[in-house]
């Protein structure tokens, strides 16, 4: 098994130290950052995707793979930056205001890094006036709201509609998701799109990037 096979195996299977190890290996066999991070890091999180998808995966081993993959991404950063490498995008994303749950939040950035996002976290509980200002500031791509509760769920539009008033809905897609919300609810609060899961999310702003 090659160096970077033994990345994409170490990813997938969620084996941290070996994914570190792996990248290590990579580095030293003089492995271009920039290829370690698309045919280890990102084919495994793919990989890691299709299996959650198939079923044949849940969520604990998602969180355990996406685990691996964050320790090697920070080990491969400094080498990425020296090649120039391009993130895939910007993503910004949150829980939205009054609404404290980040574990679905959490998921979702950590599938969004593995895709070879740059991923902005803005915690829990976030303002629709935080929201517009990370759009102005940071020039996002995508911005994704989440929220676990029904009753935080009104937030979600109200924050699109504060985006709009700023004049910023044309700079960036929306992207929803969380338990109680549905395809139908995006929607109508004028989300550009939603997935029910961490890997559909990435998926989704794959295609929003054209990727």
């Known amino acids: 098994m090659n160096h970077l096979d033994s990345l994409f ?42 299996l959650f998808e198939a079923g044949e995966y849940y969520l604990p081993d998602m969180v355990i793979s996406a685990r691996a993959m964050k320790s090697a991404l920070q080990l491969l950063k400094p080498y990425l930056v020296k090649v120039g490498m391009r993130s895939t995008g910007k993503v910004a994303i949150g829980t939205v205001q009054g609404d404290l749950h980040d574990i679905g939040k959490n998921m979702v950035g950590m599938m969004m890094e593995g895709a070879g996002f740059e991923v902005i976290d803005l915690g829990t509980d976030v303002s629709p006036a935080r929201f517009v200002e990370v759009v102005q500031n940071e020039h996002v791509n995508i911005l994704c ?21 700023a004049g910023l809905r044309e700079k960036v897609m929306v992207l929803m998701g969380g338990a109680p919300v549905t395809e139908e609810y995006a929607r109508q609060a004028g989300a550009d799109g939603y997935n029910q899961d961490a890997s559909g999310a990435a998926r989704l702003a794959l295609g929003f990037m054209g990727e």
């Open 145 to 165: 709201l989440s929220a676990l509760l029904t009753t935080t769920m009104p937030n979600m539009a109200k924050t699109i509609e504060a985006i709009k008033a």
């Open 9 to 50: 195996q170490a990813v997938v299977n969620g084996n941290e130290p070996g994914s570190i190890a792996s990248v290590e290996s990579c580095l030293q066999a003089n492995i271009p950052a920039d290829k370690i991070m698309r045919e280890g890091l990102i084919a495994a999180m793919t990989e890691v995707g299709r």
